[in-house]
């Protein structure tokens, strides 16, 4: 007889209340820690099975992290609004996209950013750190909500999902590369916005959608680059998009993943064994960004 998995909790106090504000994102970091992220209409007390509350940490918006073998947990950056998208470059920076409020931000250690609604956890915050981007998804000037419907020009709305900077083949057209793709949950499709360097920090301009699906069920959630300079993409396709307490509403069997491909995508096998140290530094110093995922095109490494 098949073993049964065993099951580890880890963390517990992770609020639900809301329904679709919680956490969510699970990405590794550059640094080796699991990433995450969590909406600001959700209230989280995250703690070790049985720790008191006054010793858990409070989160209601945000980017947590975890270690995956010391398990410490901390909030590495608190604001935005409803983000669900996460990823980093080539320098291991971090970005997060968002809803409602401005779609883009760079996020550092201890920063806070912009919030869709309530106070930080630490009121004591001069001010609050904006967004990287030089525009916004929605048409008009009396706010995101206002733009429903009528923002295709603009590409598509105010909500998003999904964050993935192309760091794969060098197959794929230099424009691609360093862009950061986001679905467009109203637009049904996904937005690609370029990050350029800018003072210490970054801006993104607004490029062309990365795709269309033609298609309002679909609802892609996030992207991620494969070992042959693929992308596969998760897509949640169902009617109701979000913002319902009844569960019924969604039909939980239409689920897809597909794969996205350029013409010259190819499989590289790279032995590490058989390098020499210095390849391996150089390679590594390359491409710190996630060494977890396979390496490709011949000394371009990612992941």
């Given at each position: 007889?098949?073993?049964?998995?065993?099951?580890?909790?880890?963390?517990?106090?992770?609020?639900?209340?809301?329904?679709?504000?919680?956490?969510?994102?699970?990405?590794?970091?550059?640094?080796?820690?699991?990433?995450?992220?969590?909406?600001?209409?959700?209230e989280?007390?995250?703690?070790?099975?049985?720790?008191?509350?006054?010793?858990?940490?409070?989160?209601?918006?945000g980017?947590?992290?975890?270690?995956?073998?010391?398990?410490?947990?901390?909030?590495?950056?608190?604001?935005?609004?409803?983000?669900?998208?996460?990823?980093?470059?080539?320098?291991?920076?971090?970005?997060?996209?968002?809803?409602?409020?401005?779609?883009?931000?760079?996020?550092?250690?201890?920063?806070?950013?912009?919030?869709?609604?309530?106070q930080?956890?630490?009121?004591?915050?001069?001010?609050?750190?904006?967004?990287?981007?030089?525009?916004?998804?929605?048409?008009?000037?009396?706010?995101?909500?206002?733009?429903?419907?009528?923002?295709?020009a603009?590409?598509g709305?105010?909500?998003?999902?999904?964050?993935?900077?192309?760091?794969g083949?060098?197959?794929?057209?230099?424009?691609?590369?360093?862009?950061?793709?986001?679905?467009?949950?109203?637009?049904?499709?996904?937005?690609?916005?370029?990050?350029?360097?800018?003072?210490?920090?970054?801006?993104?301009?607004?490029?062309?959608?990365?795709?269309?699906?033609?298609?309002?069920?679909?609802?892609?959630?996030?992207?991620?680059?494969?070992?042959?300079?693929?992308?596969?993409?998760?897509?949640?396709y169902?009617?109701?998009?979000?913002?319902?307490?009844?569960?019924?509403?969604?039909?939980?069997?239409?689920?897809?993943?597909?794969?996205?491909s350029?013409?010259?995508?190819?499989?590289?096998?790279?032995?590490?064994?058989?390098?020499?140290?210095?390849?391996?530094?150089?390679a590594?110093?390359?491409?710190?960004?996630?060494?977890?995922?396979?390496?490709?095109?011949?000394?371009?490494?990612?992941?």
């Amino acid at each position: 007889m098949a073993k049964r998995p065993v099951v580890l909790v880890v963390l517990d106090g992770w609020g639900y209340e809301d329904t679709h504000e919680t956490l969510n994102t699970f990405t590794w970091g550059p640094d080796g820690w699991l990433y995450g992220t969590h909406g600001v209409f959700t209230e989280s007390l995250v703690g070790k099975p049985g720790t008191p509350d006054s010793e858990r940490v409070r989160l209601n918006a945000g980017v947590w992290r975890l270690h995956p073998v010391t398990l410490a947990f901390e909030v590495f950056a608190e604001g935005t609004s409803n983000p669900w998208g996460l990823d980093f470059n080539d320098y291991g920076h971090a970005f997060v996209t968002a809803c409602v409020i401005e779609h883009l931000y760079q996020v550092v250690q201890g920063g806070r950013y912009k919030r869709q609604a309530g106070q930080h956890v630490n009121p004591n915050v001069y001010d609050d750190i904006k967004t990287v981007a030089d525009h916004v998804h929605w048409v008009g000037n009396k706010g995101p909500h206002a733009g429903n419907s009528r923002s295709d020009a603009a590409g598509g709305g105010h909500a998003h999902a999904g964050a993935m900077i192309y760091l794969g083949g060098d197959t794929w057209p230099k424009e691609y590369r360093d862009a950061i793709v986001m679905n467009n949950i109203h637009g049904a499709r996904a937005n690609m916005d370029r990050l350029q360097r800018q003072g210490s920090g970054y801006a993104a301009t607004h490029g062309p959608d990365f795709l269309k699906a033609n298609d309002s069920w679909s609802q892609m959630l996030n992207f991620r680059y494969g070992p042959d300079g693929s992308v596969h993409v998760i897509d949640w396709y169902d009617k109701n998009q979000c913002h319902s307490s009844n569960p019924e509403v969604h039909d939980k069997t239409l689920g897809r993943i597909y794969k996205i491909s350029h013409t010259g995508d190819t499989w590289v096998q790279v032995d590490l064994a058989k390098m020499a140290s210095e390849q391996r530094s150089a390679a590594s110093a390359q491409r710190l960004v996630r060494a977890s995922r396979a390496a490709h095109s011949a000394g371009t490494w990612a992941r």
